[in-house]
């Protein structure tokens, strides 16, 4: 299919890049929007949106910060903890700025394993609904979102 250069453009701000490594997309042949779609249909078949997902996954980040570094269980086998990092991500979306390139590392959630959150990924999926390419080391499956999402609330 061939692509307008304004779709092109847009595009191109998910690739890999100087500013964003490995992109957004990973291996995942999908756009963006696509993306975007699929995941919205698996929230709403789970009756939350992505705003709300975002907004508990916000609260998650900032307990981990909170512990300056220490471990923390989040729920029972399951632990997250906050890895320092300098320097700032842009959005792919423009006009939305640079966000920290800090992560919290969440290892052992059932059925997904370790995730990885950081604050540009929490913005993309409660401002957009993006929660990135599949096979993207930052992707969040909406799945293991949903769960600490209701473990944040506890």
């Given amino acids: 299919m061939k692509r307008s250069p304004e779709e092109s453009e ?4 998910f690739t890999p890049s100087k500013f964003s490594g490995d992109g957004f997309l990973g291996t995942d ?12 249909l698996e929230l709403e078949r789970a009756g939350i949106d992505a705003a709300a997902i975002g907004n508990a ?13 220490a471990m923390i269980e989040i729920m029972p086998g399951v632990t997250a903890r906050y890895h ?3 320097g700032v991500i842009p959005s792919p979306f423009r006009g939305e700025g640079a966000f920290e390139k800090g992560e919290v590392a969440v290892s052992g959630l059932p059925g997904f394993g370790d ?12 401002r957009h609904g993006f929660f990135q390419g599949r096979g993207q080391r930052y992707r969040i499956e909406p799945g293991a979102a949903l769960m600490l999402a209701r473990a944040s609330v506890r």
């Fill in 57 to 69: 996954l916000g609260v998650l980040f900032d307990r981990a910060l909170q512990a300056m570094g």
């Fill in 10 to 13: 847009i595009l191109g701000n």
């Fill in 29 to 40: 042949p999908r756009t963006p929007q696509e993306i975007i779609v699929e995941d919205a």
């Fill in 115 to 126: 995730v990885i959150l950081t604050r540009l990924s929490i913005h993309l999926i409660e």
């Fill in 84 to 86: 320092e990092s300098r």
